[in-house]
């Protein structure tokens, strides 16, 4: 078959009377015939090239159309084959047998790429019509519907099946209730892919749901299957959990733990209450008072039940003393649980307990690792390995959390497909994945998921749609692995750079191939965690020991020598961490208002409190590397850097802050990496980057992130470049008049009578002023504060008191971000939550009413914490006063800024003139030009890195980018390796 590009050529080179070479091309050529061949040789020969190239392009057009025939079969043949699979499996689910594994493997095969499931998803839409109650192809078609981002459609589709099938009084209820557990499930996958795309289940992506109208599924003479009833109240719950809706979820949860009717069902009841949703309250007290609350009146019962247990010493009791551990634990109430912990110890060490060995040696090692000698000591009482499927994934789990990786790994790879395919196989993942083994990990998972296609009858699409995932993600460490290794570590480095990347979201977001890059210049590339980047040792015996230090337990290895000399000053009730001389506070607020989506943190919330304890446990681990490191640093002999990517969160701002502290910009420092700030200049266009930026911030502590440019060096590139400015200015001038937010078509009532109410204020001589605000819960910078305010919120509550009754009108324009989820991501807070008090002097704007350019002529000068609308103010060449620390630094282009708080009321006044930079218009136009240039950021692609808090999953490499890199190299990789070397 001809390709496109061979057809082109053909007319490109007649065309050009080429003829030798044309002859050449078509000689080669496949679809012509050897006599057409000839015809065209004799029509070229005898300079009758019209006729030649209408000779031609009839064969051409003959092929063309032979080729899309051709397509359309192989097209048709694949859709059969499709509907082969799905038929088959339908039918075996309806017999609830299972199906040939090939089915299973094809249909996997299907899932695991975007076209394959676009596919599967056409073909079980249209078996749909005439298999209305199965699983497999209500599941297929609604997460294909959803991975096209067509939610609206997947959610009538899921929403209509639950009605139905609820309503159908025909059925068995039992079967019936079956059926709508796994239905419920599908709506959970439905909401996760909605979530990573930032919109709700029905595609809205602004406001929290109301499912009022499922109330109706609730209905009580409906729950007869006590075995099943407790458990699908909760899964009825989950719209409401997802959608905020806490009130009601409690309620239902209230109603399952009513209906429970067993010990263990009430323990899920209250370990459900503490589950937070997929998008976050900023608070969840109510949650954990309930479920305290239901725990604590089961304190007798659960006395009762240890009792009990130490009499009947039977597994499935073991299993419901760990369940009283696990939720006993998760609320605090470690004097209620601590007799089941007794009881578990006593029962496995006992002759009768030998069966509960494996759930007991795991359930010892989950409430800490303290207990490992005597969980090791439970295991070595029994002989035997374990045999069921139980024990098997108790025991890889205690393996996990013991770091048992290797004893793990010696049975589990001796055992047959059967049991490799099974559910326990999943924990043997993970001790894959700590192993680095990603390609048999990636196999046993796409194992598991075959197997349970093939299963159609017992499909939970909750766990098919996570092994989709996982498989995903494991083959982008399977291939980045391949990749990395194609360049070797230096055995004897010139130096050494530590990367702090702890998951694979997180190393997606590392500039692999950069890393690649500097092992090329001769330096040793370390990672702290384990499990993401081959193991590469080198001579030096001292960074070697820093090889995967971390576990992915957010803890120094158990046998690890290093230790932490200088404990912590911690108080997370309060928001307070302190290391050293190192104040962390700030940058615990930026997690807890990033975690909770809301500016005034709740620092007693537990569930919050859950969230800061592992942060503070992955930010103990860091310090305790960098300490380690840092005595060690004259036998390492070598200069010594670590590469980060959120250096204003924990624990990457540990790394900046501890080489400010007490490193060096040359031989002890710390690098941020960035995506450069492309997301400003593609208006989010685009979810992946393509840009990077690095910055040794050691060298440059006054600035706060690599993504703005040193305000030296902008300066120097303004003085070169000043005598471009006009036709810069003319070139950037349309930034102020981009649409930001959802739309700015409003043309209501309201914003009429505000604009009339400005110009008469003005018209009156008196002054206008515009506050900017910011997106409240992520502030980016290491600390906060100015001359005049200790934060955002002091500085927009300070200027709204200063204005009060004087001549100065206060606009406050909320930024438009607050409407992009993909930014905002289901915040709990805008802009106006932090206002305490509002008076006639201020006037708060609607989102959609102003764009940038709107505002220039009905303000006079602006007021802007920290952020990108200054510069935009500067190119209409109206000033703002710049009130963060950061703010001048960021955007150093001639804004006035207060000296002090005094200094600032009289500014808003207009009490003291503002003093701007007389270019203040064209160094705007020209930061706009450099910072989008490649003087600043850097052409680097390789790997999907995002730019918004859309999910982008799995992670992949662009296959193109890498094979140049492999074969010509890349001068901007290079460039990016020495900014950080020398």
Known sequence: MAHHWLTKAKKSLIESKEFSKAKEVL???SFLEQKEFAKIKELLGSKEFLKAKEFLKAKELEFLKAKDLLMAKVDQNHSNNIEETLQELVNNEQLRVTSRRKYGVHLEELMSSEEGLKNLGKVARRLLESNPDSILLIYLSVISLAKQERFEEASDLISSKIVELKLNKSK?????DKQLVALLKIWRVLDLVARENMKWADGDNLKNKNYDELEFLLSDHDLEDPELTSDLILFYAEPYLQGKLHHDYLNICQLAFDKANTLDKKLKVIYALRREGIRRLPSYHKNYELAIALYVSLEDE??????????????KNVKTLRTIMNVGRSLGQCAIYRPAKEAITQIAMSDAGQSTVWTAAFALMEDGKENYEISKKIL???????????????????AILAEEYQLAYEFFSKQPRKVKESKSALSYVKILHRLKKFEEAEKITRGVHISLLSRSHNLCPYTSWSLVKRSGELKFLKDTAILYQSIPQPKNPQGVIFITPRSIEQLRKTPIVLLMELKRLGWAVIPLSEGLLPTEKTNNIYINEFIDAITMNREIKRDSKLKLDTEFDIDLSQGKMQWKDIDLSHVLWEESAINKRIYDVDYTCPALNHYLENIYTTTKSAATVLDNIHKLKDDIGLRIGFIVQFNARLPDALYRFYCEQYGDPKDFFCIHSANGYQNYFSNFSTNISSKCVVRNMTKYPHTRSASFPLPEEFEAFYQENKYRAEEILETVSGVTNVKRSVSYDDDSVE???AIQYINSWRAAGKKVVCAFGKVVYDSGVPFDGGAAHSDMKDWI??????VNGTDTLLLIKPHPHELNQQISTFGNAVFRDIIQEENQNIIFLDHNWFKMHDLKDLIDFAIVYNGTSSIELGVMDIPAILCGHFGTVDYPVGHPSPNDRLH???MLKGEVELECDDELRYKSALWLFYMGSSLFTTDYRYHSRPVTNKVLYPPYWFNKDVNRYLTKGDQNVRKLALEIIE
Do not use: M
Not at 172 to 176: A, L, P
Not at 380 to 398: G, R, T, V, Y
């Open 27 to 29: 000689e080669t050529s």
């Open 172 to 176: 068995n209820i039992k079967v019936r």
């Open 302 to 315: 659960i006395n009762k039940f240890v009792n009990q247990s130490l009499l009947d010493r039977t597994l």
């Open 380 to 398: 070595n009482l029994n002989d035997k390995e374990p045999q069921h499927a139980s024990d098997i994934q108790h025991f890889l789990d205690w």
């Open 751 to 753: 914003k009429r009578a």
């Open 797 to 802: 509550n300070h200027s709204i008191e200063t």
């Open 904 to 906: 600032f009321e009289k």
